[in-house]
């Protein structure tokens, strides 16, 4: 699933593909993503301007001359790119803009577990995402994450998996940061200590940061906006690499199911915290 690194790249590469273009069709496939479309979308966008794009967790928003704003989720395989529109078309395509200039925003998702919405404006676009976002990962503040941390008993893995404690990080993510910051993905919040809490919060950063780098993580479908694949797969410290040796003191990755989802986690850098 395309967590924050690879929606990144997405907004990065499509960026100067597709913002000044204006919208000349839009076509529609039948089948049904995970919000429905509704028909009158497409008049709406016929002639718009895209004036942006960016990012808020693991979210992509066009900015529209008018105003309105269309709000892209990628699900688990999601692919939205830019491409010449004399490009071959490949199956599993939902969404298809014409833009000015000869190309096309293809937004293709085999599983459909994705979304593409428009929305009328900027406010009805923040309100729907603010409210389930927390901050984005280069800028939690240190008081508030350490009071959201050790004020629960969940586990470390179930905290990073919240997006309204860290927008946009997912279960690759989850385990790079525990790993690099040396702690267990089923300790506690309740029991880290506040240099715990601040190795945490700054092994997420960097691990996001160093991943946005390498253009994200392909490991099943997930392509760049510009349909070239990410790198941080080849970077990958614990998640995916049960029973290699962990880069640090070469004891195998073990892996454990923490809050409903496969943790990757080192047994001897990664020790359960004594409770408190
Ligand atoms: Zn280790």
């Keep these: 699933m395309p967590e924050l690194p690879e929606v990144e790249t997405v907004v990065r590469d499509l960026r100067p593909l597709v913002v000044g273009r204006t919208v000349l069709g839009v076509e529609v496939g039948d089948r049904a993503l995970r919000k429905?479309?509704?028909?009158?979308?497409?008049?709406?966008?016929?002639?718009?301007?895209?004036?942006?794009?960016?990012?808020?967790?693991?979210w992509i928003l066009l900015d529209l001359s008018g105003g309105?704003?269309?709000?892209?989720?990628?699900?688990?395989?999601?692919?939205?790119?830019?491409?010449?529109?004399?490009?071959?078309?490949?199956?599993?395509?939902?969404?298809?803009?014409t833009l000015?200039?000869?190309?096309?925003?293809?937004?293709?998702?085999i599983r459909r577990f994705g979304s593409v919405v428009l929305v009328a404006d900027e406010a009805t676009a923040m309100a729907s995402l603010d409210a389930k976002l927390g901050p984005e990962p280069f800028d939690i503040?240190?008081?508030?994450?350490?009071a959201a941390v050790t004020g629960t008993a969940r586990t470390l893995k179930a905290l990073l998996l919240d997006q309204s404690l860290v927008a946009g990080v997912g279960?690759?993510?989850a385990d790079e940061a525990l790993h690099r910051a040396k702690l267990h993905p089923e300790t506690r919040g309740t029991q880290l200590t506040r240099p715990q809490v601040n190795r945490l919060r700054e092994a997420i950063t960097a691990v996001i940061t160093h991943a946005i780098e390498k253009r994200g993580s392909s490991i099943r479908d997930y392509v760049g906006g510009s349909g070239l694949k990410g790198g941080f797969q080849d970077e990958f410290r614990a998640y995916g690499r049960t029973g290699e040796p962990c880069p640090?003191?070469?004891?195998?990755?073990?892996?454990?199911?923490?809050?409903?989802?496969?943790?990757?986690?080192?047994?001897?850098?990664?020790?359960?915290?004594?409770?408190?």
């Excluded at 429905?36 to 808020?56: K, Y």
């Design 171 to 173: 279960n690759i993510y």
């Design 36 to 58: 429905p479309w509704d028909a009158a979308w497409v008049g709406r966008l016929a002639g718009v301007t895209i004036e942006s794009i960016r990012r808020r967790g693991k």
């Design 141 to 146: 503040p240190p008081d508030g994450f350490h």
């Design 68 to 97: 309105a704003r269309l709000i892209v989720h990628l699900g688990m395989t999601g692919q939205f790119t830019a491409v010449p529109t004399l490009a071959l078309r490949p199956d599993h395509l939902h969404v298809v803009f």
């Design 248 to 276: 640090t003191c070469g004891v195998p990755i073990e892996r454990v199911r923490v809050a409903g989802r496969s943790s990757h986690f080192c047994p001897q850098c990664q020790r359960v915290a004594k409770s408190r």
């Design 100 to 109: 000015s200039g000869l190309v096309e925003l293809r937004y293709r998702d």
